[in-house]
């Protein structure tokens, strides 16, 4: 039994002690991946945001996403900020 238990304590591989700045350089590891994996989630969610937006317009225009008029959609996109307060609360449904 002791030679199973020298074995497993050969394979084994001794935990080396970091040090602080071994310790800082892990960590400012760790969080750069992090930050990453966040960004690149709020992207993601930000992406699908926008296709869920373009086919309630083309849903609101009655056609297919490839049919969309796009310079009409902007034209009246850039008359919202012209509009009177009360039709902005009238077109919003």
């Given amino acids: 039994m002791s030679d199973i238990s020298d074995k497993e304590q050969t394979r084994k591989k ?4 970091k040090t602080l700045e071994q310790q800082l350089a892990s960590a400012q590891m760790r969080l750069n991946r992090l930050q990453y994996k966040s960004k690149k989630e709020a992207k ?3 992406t699908r945001q926008k296709i869920i937006l373009g086919a309630e317009v083309a849903k609101a225009l009655d056609c297919d996403v490839f ?10 996109l850039l008359e919202i900020p012209h509009l009177h307060p009360d039709d902005k609360e009238r077109f919003k449904r």
């Avoid at 001794?14 to 002690?17: D, F, L, S, V, W």
């Avoid at 049919?67 to 009246?76: F, I, Q, R, S």
């Fill in 14 to 17: 001794p935990r080396i002690k």
């Fill in 44 to 46: 993601q969610i930000e």
């Fill in 67 to 76: 049919t969309v008029d796009k310079d009409l959609v902007l034209g009246m």
